[in-house]
Antibody, heavy 128, light 106 residues
Framework: EVQLLESGGGLVQPGGSLRLSCAAS????????MNWVRQAPGKGLEWVSA??????????????YYADSVKGRFAFARDSTKNTMYLQMNSLRAEDTAVYYC???????????????WGQGTLVTVSS | SYELTQPPSVSASPGQTASITCSGD??????ASWYQQKPGQSPVMVIY???KRPSGIPERFSGSNSGNTATLTISGTQAMDEADYYC?????????FGGGTKLTVL
């Protein structure tokens, strides 16, 4: 059974930093593209970032992609030895306040597929 | 940047067919996915690669994608289908979601 479990959310001041984690189980973690998607309170879904899987080939494996709204501030990394992925969030702004979900790509390898499994989400609140 | 447009709300009576559209430039050239989200819950994929249903999704959920419009169709709508629905596609290594459609089952 595929499981994704986020952690690390909380209250942070504007300009601060936070690192989210997502522990994965039930599938070959390294092979699949993984994603972060967020949802501001009462709003729709917004894709944040993706990282390609090892099955994307030697040139594309581990490539990262970001929404313009977070580019240069957020960094996505994965540790396949721990089946865990991380979202390092720096220079946080009030508009980054949201529930952050990790989501698994439905096909092995490259990004560009749908998201077939989602975590329960972790709330990040940016406020003074 | 690429945009996907959905109607804010759609309503259907129990047993009727509900259709939710998603519009984007040359969307038919991309794969569309659809997600169902109920209040306080994480999204659930109901359609991927335009028309495929993940394991465990009822047959009453179907999808199509052509031209500039992808459509999610729920045949024989049930009260349990009342939820927000989001379409999603990729453009230039960026994932895009539609704004969401609230389906009300009257």
């Amino acid at each position: 059974e595929v499981q994704l479990l986020e952690s690390g959310g909380g209250l942070v001041q504007p300009g601060g930093s936070l690192r989210l984690s997502c522990a994965a189980s039930g599938f070959t973690f390294s092979s699949y593209a993984m994603n972060w998607v967020r949802q501001a309170p009462g709003k729709g879904l917004e894709w944040v970032s993706a990282i390609s899987g090892s099955a994307a080939g030697i040139y594309n494996a581990g490539s990262t992609y970001y929404a313009d709204s977070v580019k240069g501030r957020f960094a996505f990394a994965r540790d396949s030895t721990k089946n865990t992925m991380y979202l390092q969030m720096n220079s946080l702004r009030a508009e980054d306040t949201a529930v952050y979900y990790c989501a698994k790509g439905e096909s092995v390898g490259a990004v560009g597929t749908g998201f077939d499994y989602w975590g329960q989400g972790t709330l990040v609140t940016v406020s003074s | 940047s690429y945009e996907l447009t959905q109607p804010p709300s759609v309503s259907a009576s129990p047993g009727q067919t509900a259709s939710i559209t998603c519009s984007g430039d040359k969307l038919g050239d991309k794969y569309a996915s659809w997600y169902q989200q109920k209040p306080g819950q994480s999204p659930v994929m109901v359609i991927y690669q335009d028309s495929k249903r993940p394991s465990g999704i009822p047959e009453r959920f179907s999808g199509s994608n052509s031209g500039n419009t992808a459509t999610l169709t729920i045949s024989g709508t049930q009260a349990m289908d009342e939820a927000d629905y989001y379409c999603q596609a990729w453009d230039s290594s960026t994932a895009v979601f539609g704004g969401g459609t609230k389906l009300t089952v009257l």
